[in-house]
């Protein structure tokens, strides 16, 4: 028998036992058959947790205890919170229409804050379809309620219009609203800010929901401390107030990006002589799977050398190279391999390290999976 057949075999057989070794951490796992097909993919606060219970419960659902009989393999991902396990599992729902999940109707989509940077003076807006239409959208958000809180929550920090009037750079001669009154929006419609200023505050709104909220934070705490040493505890609570929501009101989501990019994201990690790689496929801005890899006589301190040599070895028959590979550090003939990607693929391939954003924050999640299957492979547990 194979090794390949061996570990199969042993996962097979101890599968009752297989929620022993997973992360109690959130995720999404995956039920499937005995031919790899995925028939049941599902959202845990606790990985460990949820899936043993699928062992350890009689289901009152017949439906579930039919599935259970099918299932011979358990897969995971890792997430960094429960909101990012609950797109994740959308996403792939939608991708792979498993036998057993309940087939929603109405397609739903997560709503998204865009701003109409294409305008004289952009507004802001909840949408649930985001485009490429020029201008930008922040998000998914899980909810619209939360989604509502958090624009409520801008418009006091940074005035910015939400209205749909057609405005020129000058010239406008419509009547102030509301917003203008109680402070959330500085009239462009009245001409009572021009577009330079204007401007301006759009561009700290994009940053700041683009998770840039640093600076936010810290005039809003150093506004709270001076009211707070001035006696005037009104205004330093609603300082406070104020903070908490900015704190509360963004998740930045790494399981969906706006952008139809499509990228491979590879983390890597290492004990002894054995490596794992995880690779995170993103396809059409969607996290959509993962594949793991471990590399025998893989050398801890030139992890670098391994890598080069992984994805040499990977792309090599591979049909499809998306436009970037993400990396957790440069590796050896990093132009070269570059140069060969992209005449293999007949466009530019990047391969890109990053240090801040929505990449960095996926390649961290990817070596933090690698992390996990490397510890679990110790303790000789298998997973597809």
Known sequence: MKAEEREKTRKTQALPELWQSLPNVPGVYLMKASDGTVIYVGKAV??????????????????TSQMMRYVTE???????TEVEALILENNL???????????LKDDKRYPYLRVTVNEAFPRI????????????????????????????QLTKLFPIRTCTLPLAEVGNKYRVCLDYHIGRCPGPCADKI???????????????LSGNTEAVVKELTEQMQAAAEALDFETAAKYRDTLKDVQQAITTQNMDSVSAADEDVIGIAAKTE?????????????LLEREHYYLNDADPESLATALSAFISQYYQNAVFVPKTVVLPMPIESMELIE??????????????????????????????????LLTQREQNVVYS
């Open 74 to 80: 358990v897969d995971y991902i890792v997430t960094e």
């Open 46 to 63: 606790r990985l460990r947790t949820r899936v043993r219970s699928y062992f350890r419960e009689k289901f009152t659902s017949a439906l």
């Open 125 to 152: 807006q909840i949408t649930r379809k985001a485009e490429n239409d020029g201008t930008r959208y922040f998000g998914p958000f899980v909810h619209v309620r939360s989604t509502r809180q958090t624009l409520k």
């Open 93 to 103: 729902i939608k991708a792979h229409q498993p036998r057993y999940n309940v087939k």
């Open 339 to 372: 140069n060969w990607l992209s005449e293999k693929q007949g466009n530019r391939v990047g391969l890109h390290v990053p240090r801040a954003g929505r990449l960095r924050k996926l390649q961290i999640l990817a070596t933090k999976n690698a992390e996990i």
């Open 194 to 208: 021009n577009v330079s200023d204007y401007d301006e505050i759009v561009r700290k709104v994009c940053q700041f």
């Open 274 to 286: 054995i490596a794992c790689v995880q690779l995170l496929r993103v396809r059409d801005g969607k």
